[in-house]
C-alpha cells in the first residue's frame, strides 16, 4: 500500500464518529481511546476507559471474545490491532480497586432477574444504578455463569469471587438454588414492575424483540435466549440495553 492510500486508512481510523472499532463493539467501549492510552504506555487510564463501558471489567477484559477487530479500518493496512491482547495488558498492568459502590435511592421500582449469568447480572447492577429495588433468582448455586468456565485457564478463582463481592455491598437480594419455571414466571411477574429473563435455556417459545429486549408488557429477555452464538459480549450488551429498555417502560406506564 502506498503512502497516500495508509494515510487515508489512518484518517478512517481517526475521525470516524464513532470510529468503526467502537460503533461494532457491543457495548462502544471507546476503542480509540483505549488504544490511545495504551501506546503511551499508561496502562492504569487505558483500564479506566475499559471500565467506563465495560461492567466487571476485571474479568471480561480477559475472556471478551473482541467482534471489535473485524470492524478495524487497519486490517487492510498490515492487519487489524490485536485489541483483546491489549485489553488483557490492560487488565494485567492498569487495574485498579473500584470505589466504594454508591448506595442510590430506590424509587425507580421492582425488577426481577431470573437467572444470574452474564446479562443477568450485568441487568442487575444497571437497574440497581437506575434506582430498582433488584431481585435475583439463580437456579445454582452461586452468580457468574459462564464466568466459572474461564476458572483455572483465564480466570483465577480468587478473581471472579472478589469480582462478584460487590452484590454483597449493594440493595440486591440474591436467591440462590432457586429455578424458575414457566408457571411461576406468571407469578413473578404480577409481583414485580419488570422482568428480566436471562435463564441461557428456557422451555417455551419467546417471541423478544431484537431492540428493546421486550417479550411482553413488562417481561423482557436477553443472553443466550437472544443470541445463540455464545458471545460474552453480546450477552453482556443485552443485559444493560434490556436494563435501559425496562427504565424506559417502567417510567411510561
Known amino acids: 500500500m502506498d503512502n497516500v492510500k495508509l494515510l487515508k486508512t489512518g484518517d478512517r481510523c481517526i475521525y470516524d464518529e464513532p470510529a468503526a472499532c467502537t460503533a461494532w463493539c457491543p457495548i462502544h467501549v471507546d476503542v480509540t481511546a483505549f488504544v490511545a492510552e495504551m501506546e503511551k504506555g499508561d496502562f492504569n487510564k487505558a483500564y479506566k476507559v475499559l471500565e467506563k463501558r465495560m461492567p466487571f471489567a476485571r474479568m471480561l477484559g480477559m475472556i471478551c471474545d473482541h467482534p471489535c477487530e473485524s470492524a478495524c479500518v487497519r486490517a487492510a493496512a498490515g492487519g487489524a490491532i490485536k485489541i483483546s491482547e491489549l485489553e488483557k495488558a490492560a487488565v494485567k498492568h492498569g487495574y485498579t480497586p473500584p470505589k466504594k459502590a454508591l448506595h442510590i435511592p430506590k424509587k425507580a421500582g421492582k425488577a426481577a432477574v431470573i437467572g444470574g449469568g452474564l446479562s443477568g447480572i450485568t441487568a442487575a447492577l444497571e437497574l440497581d444504578r437506575k434506582g430498582f429495588m433488584v431481585t435475583i433468582y439463580e437456579k445454582s448455586d452461586?452468580?457468574?455463569?459462564?464466568l466459572w468456565d474461564h476458572e483455572g485457564a483465564t480466570l483465577d478463582k480468587a478473581i471472579i469471587e472478589e469480582e462478584l463481592q460487590i452484590f454483597s455491598k449493594l440493595?440486591?437480594?440474591i436467591i440462590l438454588n432457586r429455578s424458575i419455571s414457566p408457571q411461576e414466571l406468571k407469578g413473578i411477574i404480577n409481583e414485580y414492575s419488570a422482568v428480566f429473563l436471562a435463564a441461557g435455556e428456557w422451555d417455551e417459545k419467546l417471541h423478544i424483540n431484537p431492540?428493546?429486549?421486550?417479550v411482553q408488557s413488562s417481561l423482557f429477555a436477553g443472553g443466550r435466549l437472544v443470541y445463540d452464538n455464545g458471545s460474552i459480549i453480546?450477552?453482556?450488551s443485552s443485559g444493560r440495553?434490556?436494563?435501559a429498555s425496562i427504565e424506559r417502560y417502567v417510567k411510561a406506564i
Open 142 to 146: 452461586k452468580l457468574g455463569g459462564r
Open 211 to 214: 431492540e428493546t429486549f421486550q
Open 171 to 173: 440493595d440486591i437480594e
Open 234 to 236: 453480546l450477552s453482556v
Open 241 to 243: 440495553r434490556a436494563a
